[in-house]
Antibody, heavy 121, light 110 residues
C-alpha cells in the first residue's frame, strides 16, 4: 500500500519561502497526479495545486502567483514552494495522490499524515 | 470558481440515527467529479465516496451518496460511534485550478 510522508521546516518567517517535500513509499510516483492541500487551524481544506509525474502543473488561482510544485522522479518525491508567506499561510499541509492512473480523476485516495507549518517571526 | 456550501454546519445525532449531509454548488458539477471525505481530529482526510455515489475501498455500505447538478447528498444510514467526524465534499471542474472543497459538516454525538 503506497504511503506518503511530508517533510520540511515547521517554522517559517514572514516574507520567506515555505518549502515542503512529499516522499512516496511502497509505490511509484510515475503514472499519477500529486496534490498539495492545506488546512489552517480549525478551518477547512484548501487545494493548493497538483503536478503530474511528467511535470505538468495546475494551481489554485488564489495562490498561483506564489506557488511552485515540482517533481523528482529519481527520488520518488514531489515538492511545494510557497513564497512571501504570511501568518495566513499557517496550516497543516497534506500531500495526496489523485486516484487516476495516467489520467486526472479529481479525487484523492491516498493522503500523507500532514505536517504543521507555522509562519511567525 | 465553483463554491461548495455544506449544510448543516453541525449535525447532532445519536448512534443508530440517520445522517443526511448536503453539499450545494454555485454552478453545475459533473457527477463524475464530486467526492466526499471524512476527517477525524488530528488525522488526514479519508476518501469516502467518489463520482457522487461510488464507495471508496473499505467504506461500509451504510454510507451512500446521491445527487446531480448543483445538489449532492451524503447519507449515513445508521451512525456508528466511529462515524462521528467532519465530512467534506469536493469537486473538480474542467477549468484550470478548479478544485474546491466545501466548508465541512461536523457530525457530533448528541
Amino acid at each position: 500500500q503506497v504511503q506518503l510522508q511530508e517533510s520540511g521546516p515547521g517554522l517559517v518567517k514572514p516574507s520567506e519561502t515555505l518549502s515542503l517535500t512529499c516522499s512516496v513509499f511502497d509505490g511509484s510516483i510515475s503514472s499519477y497526479y500529486w496534490s498539495w492541500i492545506r488546512q489552517p487551524p480549525g478551518k477547512g481544506l484548501e487545494w493548493i495545486g497538483y503536478i503530474y509525474y511528467r511535470g505538468n502543473t495546475n494551481y489554485n488561482p488564489s495562490l498561483s502567483s506564489r506557488v511552485t510544485i515540482s517533481v523528482d522522479t529519481s527520488k520518488n518525491q514531489f515538492s511545494l514552494k510557497l513564497n512571501s508567506v504570511t501568518a495566513a499561510d499557517t496550516a497543516v499541509y497534506f500531500c495526496a495522490r489523485d486516484a487516476g492512473v495516467l489520467r486526472f480523476l479529481g479525487y484523492m485516495d491516498v493522503w500523507g499524515k500532514g505536517t504543521t507549518v507555522t509562519v511567525s517571526s | 470558481e465553483i463554491v461548495l456550501t455544506q449544510s448543516p454546519g453541525t449535525l447532532s445525532l445519536s448512534p443508530g440515527e440517520r445522517a443526511t449531509l448536503s453539499c450545494r454548488a454555485t454552478q453545475s458539477v459533473s457527477s463524475s467529479y464530486l467526492a466526499w471525505y471524512q476527517q477525524k481530529p488530528g488525522q488526514a482526510p479519508r476518501l469516502l465516496m467518489y463520482a457522487t455515489s461510488n464507495r471508496a475501498t473499505g467504506i461500509p455500505d451504510r454510507f451512500s451518496g446521491s445527487g446531480s447538478g448543483t445538489d449532492f447528498t451524503l447519507t449515513i444510514s445508521r451512525l456508528e460511534p466511529e462515524d462521528f467526524a467532519v465530512y467534506y465534499c469536493q469537486q473538480y471542474g474542467n477549468s484550470p485550478g478548479s478544485l474546491t472543497f466545501g466548508g465541512g459538516t461536523k457530525v457530533e454525538i448528541k
